[in-house]
């Protein structure tokens, strides 16, 4: 075959691109609050808990529109599903960014939730629909998308937030207003029928053990995930500030932006290696007890900012490699449809996630600022020992392998943070 016949990662037509610019976007929004909680508890007179629950009203929606985004998108379709989800992302990130009060911001990132779990739940499947030159290469991109939007959101973040806090919000809405239009003019309707998804198939596929073990640790470690995510922005600014640097939210955007590109090296490059050659329960149980390390000494340290900044970076790594192989242990343990086990599972470890941000500013009131750590580090123990006296649930199923979107398109749902 010649060099202008082989299948490459550039050569897709204008709707992939299209997609996955909207991906890139959509999964920017996840950590593009992060740098500018301060500045939104400090302007609009809230408590550093009202300002986290910003994470907790996206990730809870998201985590109950998971549990049915694959019944919706296999009645509506893939580009009429995608476009709701990009319509709801813009019309609620510019609604929280004219928002006066913290409560309204919150009200509307629940709506910015909803949107992007339709958007995500579905976006693989319509990239792989439009590639050309072999899906895999369509895959790659919309991975490279995933990665590059994790790493890029909370710099992004930073850098509109150091102008205004409301910056990001329309940033994100700006954005999102052009992948629709895009997609909406590029992406062709849908013209084979999709497989139709039962309204109750997320709860259900709870009765597997394997996959209800699974979904248990991941709900605790998202806990310990969040906090260091959601909380640290508070402790990094007050240490530097008590250090007499100025910190603000390009600053913070620039830290986050260091622990994203961990976290999507470590979720592309390094998880791979590691499960291939030590095993995914081995792997699982050496990343929880070195998360929980790095939680615990952001927990002695919690008044240096160097500290903080630092394992905040180098946790992204652990975590990148956890997300990624949690997610494979979920795929492999369970006979059930791989979008539907990964949905499921997505959906039990958000409410960690949502419970985090929602109590760690109150604990922090309770007990110290370095308390939410030990908590965490509280929770990881569970999730460990979860996984080690319900390990006997977790078997490989001999099942066929899915095609590579299909197996892709469940990673990805379950590599959400």
Request: proline share 4%; net charge neutral.
């Amino acid at each position: 075959m010649s060099d202008e016949q082989k299948p490459s990662i550039l050569r897709q037509p204008p709707a992939v691109w299209a997609i996955a610019f909207a991906c890139m976007v959509s999964f920017m929004g996840i950590g593009l609050v992060d740098p500018i909680l301060p500045a939104i508890s400090a302007e609009l007179d809230a408590t550093p808990t009202e300002a986290m629950l910003l994470f907790t009203s996206y990730l809870l929606i998201t985590a109950i529109a998971m549990f049915f985004a694959g019944f919706i998108s296999s009645r509506l379709g893939v580009k009429r599903t995608l476009l709701i989800g990009l319509v709801l992302i813009v019309v609620f990130a510019a609604l929280a960014g004219l928002s006066g009060s913290v409560g309204q911001i919150i009200g509307f990132r629940a709506g910015w939730g909803l949107g992007n779990a339709l958007f995500i739940s579905t976006a693989l499947a319509a990239i792989v629909g439009a590639a050309s030159g072999g899906s895999r290469q369509a895959v790659v991109l919309y991975e490279a998308a995933l990665g590059l939007g994790m790493a890029v959101g909370p710099l992004v973040g930073g850098l509109l937030g150091s102008i205004s806090w409301r910056g990001p919000f329309f940033g994100t809405a700006t954005l999102m207003a052009i992948a629709f239009i895009a997609i909406m003019v590029m992406l062709r309707a849908d013209t084979e029928p999709r497989e139709r998804i039962s309204f109750t198939a997320g709860f259900v596929a709870l009765r597997n053990p394997a996959l209800r073990t699974l979904a248990i640790t991941a709900l605790f470690y998202n806990y310990s995930f969040f906090t260091l995510l959601a909380y640290s922005p508070f402790p990094i600014a007050a240490a530097a500030d008590a250090a007499g640097f100025e910190f603000g939210a390009q600053e913070l955007g620039f830290v986050f932006f260091g622990w994203g590109v961990a976290l999507a090296i470590a979720s592309v490059l390094v998880a791979p290696v590691l499960t291939r050659r030590f095993g995914l329960r081995p792997v699982l149980f050496a990343m929880f007890g070195l998360l929980a390390a790095a939680l615990a000494v952001m927990a002695l340290f919690a008044t240096s900012a160097v500290v903080l900044i630092t394992v905040v970076i180098v946790a992204g790594l652990f975590l990148g490699v956890l997300n990624t192989a949690l997610t494979e242990t979920v795929m492999e343990a369970t006979d059930l449809p791989r979008s539907v086990a990964s949905s499921t599972y997505s959906g039990v470890r958000f409410l960690g996630g949502a419970v985090a941000p929602a109590v760690a500013g109150g604990i922090a009131v309770a007990f110290g600022v370095g308390a939410p750590y030990w908590f965490a580090v509280g929770s990881l123990v569970v999730a460990i020992v979860v996984l080690a006296v319900a390990g006997h649930r977790i078997t490989r199923h001999a099942i066929p392998h899915e095609s590579a979107e299909e197996e892709a398109e469940a990673i990805t749902v379950g590599d959400q943070v």
